[in-house]
């Protein structure tokens, strides 16, 4: 069960959570075996802090690792 208040850390795309996971809770829509679609909103699968998640135009200056 996720936590009632969660640490919100969105806002600069990042790879992995400040706790050290880099697995997250996202929405995400298929085509063809492929994601075609997802929110950048996400949610740590392990502490449950809020999180961005980084897209292709996110460059490494720009994220987080």
């Known amino acids: 069960m996720p936590p009632q208040n969660p640490l919100n850390l969105r806002g600069i795309p990042t790879h992995s959570c400040i706790c050290g996971c880099e697995m997250f809770l996202m929405i995400a829509s298929f085509e063809d075996c492929e994601v075609s679609f997802y929110f ?3 949610q740590c699968l392990d502490c449950g802090a809020l999180v961005t998640l980084p897209t ?3 460059n490494e200056e720009n994220t987080l690792l």
Do not use: R
């Open 40 to 42: 950048t909103d996400a």
């Open 56 to 58: 292709p135009v996110d």
